[in-house]
Protein backbone atom coordinates (compact mmCIF):
# COMPACT_ATOMS: atom_id res chain seq x y z
CA UNK A 1 0.00 0.00 0.00
CA UNK A 2 1.45 3.18 -1.27
CA UNK A 3 1.72 5.87 1.59
CA UNK A 4 -0.33 9.18 1.38
CA UNK A 5 0.57 12.38 0.00
CA UNK A 6 0.66 14.79 2.63
CA UNK A 7 0.58 18.70 1.44
CA UNK A 8 2.14 20.69 3.62
CA UNK A 9 0.39 24.17 4.91
CA UNK A 10 -3.01 23.15 4.85
CA UNK A 11 -3.27 20.23 2.72
CA UNK A 12 -6.44 17.88 3.17
CA UNK A 13 -4.45 14.52 4.75
CA UNK A 14 -5.86 11.23 3.29
CA UNK A 15 -5.99 8.80 5.76
CA UNK A 16 -6.13 9.23 9.81
CA UNK A 17 -2.95 8.20 10.64
CA UNK A 18 -1.38 11.74 8.96
CA UNK A 19 -3.67 13.82 10.68
CA UNK A 20 -0.99 14.37 13.24
CA UNK A 21 1.39 15.09 10.94
CA UNK A 22 -0.42 17.26 8.46
CA UNK A 23 -1.34 19.43 11.56
CA UNK A 24 2.16 19.63 12.61
CA UNK A 25 3.56 20.49 9.22
CA UNK A 26 0.73 23.11 8.70
CA UNK A 27 1.83 24.68 12.07
CA UNK A 28 5.37 24.48 10.80
CA UNK A 29 4.62 26.63 7.70
CA UNK A 30 3.05 29.45 9.54
CA UNK A 31 -0.37 28.92 9.15
CA UNK A 32 -1.71 29.47 5.86
CA UNK A 33 -5.07 28.11 5.56
CA UNK A 34 -6.06 31.73 6.99
CA UNK A 35 -5.47 35.49 7.45
CA UNK A 36 -2.96 36.46 10.10
CA UNK A 37 -4.40 37.41 13.44
CA UNK A 38 -4.66 40.91 14.00
CA UNK A 39 -2.45 42.18 16.83
CA UNK A 40 -4.07 43.54 19.79
CA UNK A 41 -5.11 47.13 19.69
CA UNK A 42 -2.71 49.69 21.32
CA UNK A 43 -3.50 51.55 24.67
CA UNK A 44 -4.07 55.59 23.52
CA UNK A 45 -1.01 57.82 25.18
CA UNK A 46 -3.49 60.86 24.47
CA UNK A 47 -4.93 62.61 27.28
CA UNK A 48 -7.92 60.94 28.41
CA UNK A 49 -10.77 61.38 31.14
CA UNK A 50 -11.28 58.01 31.79
CA UNK A 51 -10.34 56.27 35.11
CA UNK A 52 -7.59 53.96 34.53
CA UNK A 53 -7.58 50.51 36.86
CA UNK A 54 -6.35 51.29 40.22
CA UNK A 55 -3.12 50.37 41.06
CA UNK A 56 -1.86 48.11 44.07
CA UNK A 57 -1.21 49.46 46.79
CA UNK A 58 2.50 48.22 48.69
CA UNK A 59 3.63 48.79 51.87
CA UNK A 60 7.36 48.68 51.31
CA UNK A 61 9.01 51.55 51.38
CA UNK A 62 12.18 50.38 48.92
CA UNK A 63 10.96 51.14 45.41
CA UNK A 64 10.68 54.91 43.16
CA UNK A 65 10.91 55.75 40.46
CA UNK A 66 14.00 56.74 38.26
CA UNK A 67 14.31 60.60 38.95
CA UNK A 68 13.44 60.19 42.69
CA UNK A 69 16.79 59.75 43.91
CA UNK A 70 18.38 61.83 46.69
CA UNK A 71 21.30 61.10 48.14
CA UNK A 72 19.81 61.03 52.29
CA UNK A 73 17.25 58.48 51.26
CA UNK A 74 17.37 54.56 50.39
CA UNK A 75 18.51 52.96 47.58
CA UNK A 76 15.53 52.97 45.01
CA UNK A 77 14.54 51.18 41.80
CA UNK A 78 11.94 51.76 38.98
CA UNK A 79 8.52 51.00 39.26
CA UNK A 80 6.28 53.54 37.17
CA UNK A 81 8.32 54.06 33.94
CA UNK A 82 8.10 57.96 33.95
CA UNK A 83 11.48 59.57 34.72
CA UNK A 84 13.05 62.91 34.08
CA UNK A 85 15.84 62.77 31.19
CA UNK A 86 18.84 64.10 33.14
CA UNK A 87 20.40 64.27 29.49
CA UNK A 88 17.70 66.81 28.19
CA UNK A 89 16.08 67.94 31.08
CA UNK A 90 12.13 66.87 28.96
CA UNK A 91 9.85 64.75 31.20
CA UNK A 92 9.75 61.28 30.13
CA UNK A 93 5.47 60.51 29.76
CA UNK A 94 4.80 57.17 30.76
CA UNK A 95 1.35 55.70 30.11
CA UNK A 96 0.94 54.90 33.51
CA UNK A 97 0.91 58.77 34.73
CA UNK A 98 -1.84 60.19 35.88
CA UNK A 99 -3.17 62.69 33.53
CA UNK A 100 -1.91 61.00 30.34
CA UNK A 101 -0.53 63.13 27.50
CA UNK A 102 0.99 62.07 24.57
CA UNK A 103 4.93 61.09 24.50
CA UNK A 104 6.54 63.44 21.49
CA UNK A 105 7.07 66.30 24.33
CA UNK A 106 8.43 68.12 21.15
CA UNK A 107 4.90 68.84 19.90
CA UNK A 108 4.64 71.38 22.75
CA UNK A 109 5.88 75.08 22.97
CA UNK A 110 8.17 75.55 25.40
CA UNK A 111 8.08 78.48 25.39
CA UNK A 112 4.55 79.51 26.32
CA UNK A 113 3.54 81.30 29.44
CA UNK A 114 1.04 79.58 31.64
CA UNK A 115 0.07 79.15 35.62
CA UNK A 116 0.12 76.55 37.97
CA UNK A 117 -1.00 77.14 41.79
CA UNK A 118 -0.55 75.06 44.62
CA UNK A 119 -3.22 75.04 47.02
CA UNK A 120 -2.24 73.02 50.49
CA UNK A 121 -0.85 72.70 54.33
CA UNK A 122 2.40 72.21 55.64
CA UNK A 123 4.07 69.67 53.30
CA UNK A 124 3.33 71.44 50.40
CA UNK A 125 4.91 74.72 52.24
CA UNK A 126 8.04 72.86 52.58
CA UNK A 127 7.57 72.11 56.43
CA UNK A 128 10.72 69.81 58.01
CA UNK A 129 12.38 70.00 54.54
CA UNK A 130 15.92 70.80 55.79
CA UNK A 131 16.68 73.08 53.11
CA UNK A 132 14.07 74.64 51.62
CA UNK A 133 14.79 73.70 47.57
CA UNK A 134 14.14 70.54 48.72
CA UNK A 135 10.72 70.69 49.31
CA UNK A 136 8.52 68.85 46.37
CA UNK A 137 6.71 72.16 45.32
CA UNK A 138 10.50 73.93 45.30
CA UNK A 139 11.66 70.74 43.06
CA UNK A 140 8.82 70.87 41.08
CA UNK A 141 9.02 74.29 40.51
CA UNK A 142 12.67 74.57 39.53
CA UNK A 143 11.80 71.02 37.49
CA UNK A 144 8.94 72.76 35.31
CA UNK A 145 10.87 76.29 34.99
CA UNK A 146 14.24 74.51 33.15
CA UNK A 147 11.46 72.90 30.78
CA UNK A 148 9.62 75.46 30.82
CA UNK A 149 10.81 78.78 31.32
CA UNK A 150 7.82 80.74 31.17
CA UNK A 151 5.91 78.74 33.60
CA UNK A 152 5.06 80.48 36.94
CA UNK A 153 4.16 77.78 40.06
CA UNK A 154 2.56 80.02 42.54
CA UNK A 155 2.43 78.40 46.32
CA UNK A 156 -0.32 79.69 48.37
CA UNK A 157 -0.15 76.93 50.81
CA UNK A 158 -0.18 77.48 54.38
CA UNK A 159 0.64 74.67 57.17
CA UNK A 160 -2.65 73.54 59.50
CA UNK A 161 -4.94 73.93 56.27
CA UNK A 162 -7.78 71.57 56.03
CA UNK A 163 -10.44 70.78 53.05
CA UNK A 164 -12.32 73.57 54.84
CA UNK A 165 -9.48 76.32 54.85
CA UNK A 166 -9.38 76.69 51.07
CA UNK A 167 -12.96 76.66 50.27
CA UNK A 168 -14.29 79.61 48.57
CA UNK A 169 -14.40 83.23 50.02
CA UNK A 170 -18.08 83.87 51.73
CA UNK A 171 -18.26 80.03 52.39
CA UNK A 172 -19.89 79.72 55.33
CA UNK A 173 -19.12 76.18 57.05
CA UNK A 174 -21.10 74.09 59.56
CA UNK A 175 -21.04 75.07 63.91
CA UNK A 176 -17.84 73.58 65.00
CA UNK A 177 -15.89 74.02 61.36
CA UNK A 178 -12.97 76.68 60.63
CA UNK A 179 -13.71 79.27 57.88
CA UNK A 180 -12.13 79.63 54.77
CA UNK A 181 -8.79 81.42 54.90
CA UNK A 182 -8.71 84.32 52.22
CA UNK A 183 -5.57 84.71 50.36
CA UNK A 184 -4.95 81.38 50.87
CA UNK A 185 -8.22 79.35 49.07
CA UNK A 186 -9.65 78.45 46.00
CA UNK A 187 -10.73 82.05 45.32
CA UNK A 188 -7.38 83.23 45.94
CA UNK A 189 -6.09 80.66 43.86
CA UNK A 190 -8.64 81.28 40.80
CA UNK A 191 -7.81 85.27 41.18
CA UNK A 192 -4.70 84.56 39.69
CA UNK A 193 -6.09 83.30 36.50
CA UNK A 194 -4.23 79.42 36.59
CA UNK A 195 -4.29 77.07 34.13
CA UNK A 196 -4.35 74.63 36.43
CA UNK A 197 -4.32 74.44 40.58
CA UNK A 198 -2.58 71.38 42.51
CA UNK A 199 -4.11 70.67 45.80
CA UNK A 200 -1.84 68.69 48.70
CA UNK A 201 -3.78 68.35 51.96
CA UNK A 202 -2.27 65.12 53.84
CA UNK A 203 -3.62 64.76 57.10
CA UNK A 204 -5.26 67.43 58.53
CA UNK A 205 -8.85 66.55 58.00
CA UNK A 206 -8.38 63.46 59.84
CA UNK A 207 -6.20 64.72 62.70
CA UNK A 208 -9.69 67.08 63.05
CA UNK A 209 -11.65 64.10 62.82
CA UNK A 210 -13.62 65.46 59.71
CA UNK A 211 -15.80 63.13 57.87
CA UNK A 212 -14.73 61.38 55.06
CA UNK A 213 -18.07 62.98 53.44
CA UNK A 214 -17.45 66.35 54.27
CA UNK A 215 -13.99 66.04 53.29
CA UNK A 216 -15.06 64.87 49.55
CA UNK A 217 -18.06 67.62 49.50
CA UNK A 218 -15.48 70.33 50.39
CA UNK A 219 -12.84 68.61 46.92
CA UNK A 220 -16.15 68.79 45.42
CA UNK A 221 -16.92 72.16 45.77
CA UNK A 222 -13.22 73.44 44.90
CA UNK A 223 -13.50 71.14 41.67
CA UNK A 224 -16.06 72.95 40.73
CA UNK A 225 -15.27 76.12 40.52
CA UNK A 226 -11.42 75.07 39.43
CA UNK A 227 -14.01 73.91 36.00
CA UNK A 228 -16.22 76.68 35.84
CA UNK A 229 -13.11 78.89 35.69
CA UNK A 230 -11.49 76.78 32.84
CA UNK A 231 -8.72 75.70 35.49
CA UNK A 232 -7.01 72.04 35.28
CA UNK A 233 -7.38 70.38 39.00
CA UNK A 234 -5.05 67.68 40.19
CA UNK A 235 -5.57 66.66 43.94
CA UNK A 236 -3.05 64.47 45.73
CA UNK A 237 -4.13 61.36 47.93
CA UNK A 238 -3.84 61.97 51.55
CA UNK A 239 -0.46 60.86 53.00
CA UNK A 240 0.61 58.34 56.03
CA UNK A 241 1.31 60.08 59.46
CA UNK A 242 1.90 58.19 62.98
CA UNK A 243 -1.91 58.54 64.63
CA UNK A 244 -2.28 56.97 67.53
CA UNK A 245 -5.36 55.96 66.86
CA UNK A 246 -6.02 53.09 64.37
CA UNK A 247 -9.63 54.59 62.95
CA UNK A 248 -7.56 57.72 62.27
CA UNK A 249 -5.09 55.30 59.98
CA UNK A 250 -7.62 54.17 58.63
CA UNK A 251 -9.62 57.54 57.96
CA UNK A 252 -6.57 58.18 55.90
CA UNK A 253 -6.77 55.31 53.80
CA UNK A 254 -10.39 55.90 53.33
CA UNK A 255 -9.70 59.11 51.91
CA UNK A 256 -6.76 57.81 49.70
CA UNK A 257 -9.57 55.80 48.07
CA UNK A 258 -11.75 58.10 47.63
CA UNK A 259 -9.59 60.98 46.41
CA UNK A 260 -8.06 58.36 43.74
CA UNK A 261 -12.01 57.09 42.51
CA UNK A 262 -13.01 61.04 41.99
CA UNK A 263 -9.97 62.33 40.78
CA UNK A 264 -8.15 60.01 38.58
CA UNK A 265 -6.17 60.32 36.52
CA UNK A 266 -5.81 63.90 38.36
CA UNK A 267 -5.38 62.14 41.33
CA UNK A 268 -1.85 62.18 41.84
CA UNK A 269 -0.26 58.78 44.69
CA UNK A 270 1.29 60.42 47.70
CA UNK A 271 0.91 57.03 49.45
CA UNK A 272 2.51 53.75 47.79
CA UNK A 273 5.76 53.30 48.99
CA UNK A 274 6.00 56.14 51.69
CA UNK A 275 3.75 54.23 53.56
CA UNK A 276 3.47 51.17 56.41
CA UNK A 277 1.07 48.61 55.85
CA UNK A 278 -0.46 50.42 58.88
CA UNK A 279 -0.68 53.72 57.52
CA UNK A 280 2.05 55.04 59.21
CA UNK A 281 5.08 56.53 57.55
CA UNK A 282 7.89 54.73 56.32
CA UNK A 283 10.99 55.26 58.23
CA UNK A 284 12.94 56.16 55.65
CA UNK A 285 10.77 59.36 54.85
CA UNK A 286 9.76 60.57 58.31
CA UNK A 287 11.51 63.74 59.15
CA UNK A 288 11.28 62.35 62.80
CA UNK A 289 8.08 63.96 64.35
CA UNK A 290 5.65 61.04 62.78
CA UNK A 291 3.37 63.95 60.69
CA UNK A 292 6.32 65.71 58.01
CA UNK A 293 8.35 63.95 55.24
CA UNK A 294 12.12 64.18 55.54
CA UNK A 295 14.01 65.72 52.19
CA UNK A 296 13.96 62.38 50.80
CA UNK A 297 10.44 61.76 50.68
CA UNK A 298 10.05 65.38 49.45
CA UNK A 299 12.07 63.78 46.74
CA UNK A 300 9.48 61.22 46.25
CA UNK A 301 6.78 63.56 46.04
CA UNK A 302 8.20 65.79 43.65
CA UNK A 303 8.70 63.39 41.10
CA UNK A 304 5.02 61.90 41.49
CA UNK A 305 3.84 65.33 40.43
CA UNK A 306 6.72 65.83 38.00
CA UNK A 307 5.44 62.73 36.25
CA UNK A 308 2.14 63.72 36.06
CA UNK A 309 3.36 65.89 33.32
CA UNK A 310 1.08 68.54 34.14
CA UNK A 311 2.83 71.55 31.42
CA UNK A 312 2.09 69.09 28.83
CA UNK A 313 -1.60 68.59 30.20
CA UNK A 314 -2.18 72.07 29.97
CA UNK A 315 -0.78 72.95 26.72
CA UNK A 316 -2.04 69.97 25.13
CA UNK A 317 -5.97 70.08 26.08
CA UNK A 318 -6.29 74.04 26.93
CA UNK A 319 -5.98 77.23 25.24
CA UNK A 320 -4.10 79.75 27.68
CA UNK A 321 -5.38 81.94 30.60
CA UNK A 322 -4.03 85.46 30.80
CA UNK A 323 -0.86 85.45 33.25
CA UNK A 324 -1.82 88.18 36.24
CA UNK A 325 1.70 90.02 37.20
Known sequence: MNSPTVRPCGGRARAAAVIVLATLLALACGGNDGPAPKPPPQPSSSFSNSTPSASRESSA?????????????????????????????????????????????????????RRIVVLGSSTAE??????????????????????????????LAVGGFTTYRIQPTGYVPP???????QAHNITAALALAPDAIIVNLPSNDQSDSFTLAEQMDNYERVAQLAREAGALLWVTTTQPRNFDKPAQLQDLMDARDAIKARFSPHAIDFWTNIANADGTIHASYDSGDGVHLNDAGHGVLAQRVISCAIPQVILSSKPPTAVRD
Open 126 to 155: GKNAKDPANAWVARYTKHVTAEFPNFVIEN
Open 175 to 181: ARRPAPR
Open 61 to 113: GSHRAVGEADSTGPTQTNTTGNAADAASNATVIGTEGCGRVAAADAKVDHSAT
